[in-house]
């Protein structure tokens, strides 16, 4: 049976409990759930980060700070650290455990069964927005291809693993090339499997994007809708598999030269312009560029909802204090009209006044470089 929130109707996707162990700050932390919104408050330094990270590493990947897996063990003790959730899935019940060891590997299991992390994306789609992405529109392009990349998985969970798989091959193309490798018989094979991969990414990109353009067409919200493009830094560059196999064979003197491989989709770029005002989002404002990556991780939601029939778990970090009342308020009734399950984090309580009654709150406090997590009554004004 599937489980049901106190805000009344199936939980449809959502994290229903979280036990953390040793992770970064946390010695120990236990929370439950219901699939409300949740609302994480508590002073800069004691935590919160930390819960919503934890949170990400259902998904597959490095999680929202992309952090190896040593940064994420709490120190001094070094005993490795273990996140464990209970997660409603589609119908479904599923247990999560992922863990590392010190100098190990992050572990995942999957209802008691060992499992990929690609096979997180199955059970759990999980959308973030932290603020180190504010910068996403003025700084390099590979952040940009990292945040389609996720908006991509989100929609095909295979998309990491031709991700992956091409990330791979190019590094052992790179090393030949970088030996002054000539002898073409060594470059067959890695620019095949290159060009196959290569071929799934864009095409997984492209699809990407008009989802997330058609679900902000019609879409009644406080955010700017942008128009998107996938950027390749040459007008005729090779995007099929036979295009792109081609051009690697013939650009190797080319590749030689430089070191590195110079053609593929690992030279794309995501662009983005404010549609209404027909400014490029590098152009934008600082307030701007934020409400842009907003309004994209609403359309990337409201498109899986339409989609699977189930909004993604959503992340936002610190998203609250850069917003104005009205923003802020618009956030908060399209989350909970979506049905999202969204952590939230923020300084203080009265940051999330608008979600009471509509939203879990958690209070996080630290002493003595301990962090501790606990759930309080919903925040209210009077």
Known sequence: MAQRSRAG???????TALSLSHFRSHRRATLAFDGRPVAIFGANGA????????VSLLSPGRGLRRAASDDMIRRPEALGWKVAAALASFGQAHEVDTWAEPGGARQVRIDGKAAT???????ARVLWLVPAMDRLWIEGADGRRRFLDRATMSFDPGHAEAVLDYDKAMRERNRLLKDMVRDAHWYGAIE?????AGALVHAGRVAAIARLMAAQEGAQTAFPAAALALLEPEADAPVTEE????????????????GRTLCGPHRSDL?????????????????EQKALLISLILANARALAEETGAPPILLLDEVAA???TGRRAALYDEICALGAQAFMTGTGAELFAGLA????FVDVSEAAGVSAAREVEAWNAD
């Not at 935590?47 to 934890?54: D, V």
């Not at 662009?271 to 307030?287: C, E, F, L, Q």
């Open 9 to 15: 109707g199936a939980v449809r996707l959502a994290v």
């Open 47 to 54: 935590g919160k980060t930390n819960l919503i990270e934890a």
């Open 117 to 123: 992390q690609i096979a997180l994306g199955r059970i």
């Open 192 to 196: 095949a499997q290159m060009a196959r």
């Open 243 to 258: 295009a792109l196999r081609g051009a690697l064979s013939e650009g190797r003197a080319r590749d030689l030269a430089a």
């Open 271 to 287: 662009v983005a312009v404010w549609a209404a005002k027909g400014v490029a989002a590098r152009d934008a404002s600082t307030g």
């Open 322 to 324: 850069h917003l104005d």
């Open 357 to 360: 009654g509509r939203a879990q």
